[in-house]
């Protein structure tokens, strides 16, 4: 069917960047929106941004000035950059995409998980 594998996340100090990278591969056909979700122990996965196919874009209040998503729909990639990391941006981030793809000879669609990537922001 359809993988998402994301990459990039890690240990970086309050104020570091990071750019996370999710790409989607399997038998697709169209990928719909694409969103980056976060989660911490606890707490309720939140939608952190969201793109949809044509580039429209979404942010959650507490990210907006600070990280930007991009998509390249002809690799099916998501990438999220982001910059000004505070602690409470730690969390283990999701991406999420909306695909239209094939099933032998069907065309379905279904909402798919990557694995997610760790990010931890301290000093």
């Known amino acids: 069917q359809v993988q998402l594998v994301e990459s990039g996340g890690g240990l970086v100090q309050p104020g570091g960047s990071l750019r996370l990278s999710c790409a989607a591969s399997?038998?697709?056909?169209?990928?719909?929106?694409m969103d980056w979700y976060r989660q911490t122990p606890g707490k309720a996965r939140e939608l952190v941004v969201r793109?949809?196919?044509?580039?429209?874009?979404n942010y959650a209040d507490s990210v907006k000035g600070r990280f930007t998503i991009s998509r390249d729909n002809a690799w099916n990639t998501v990438y999220l950059q982001m910059n000004s990391l505070k602690p409470d941006d730690t969390g283990a981030y999701y991406c999420n995409a909306d695909v239209a793809f094939y099933s032998g000879f069907d065309l379905r669609r279904s909402a798919f998980w990557g694995q997610g990537t760790q990010v931890s922001v301290s000093s």
């Open positions: 793109t949809t196919r044509s580039g429209s874009t």
């Open positions: 399997g038998s697709i056909d169209t990928i719909y929106n």
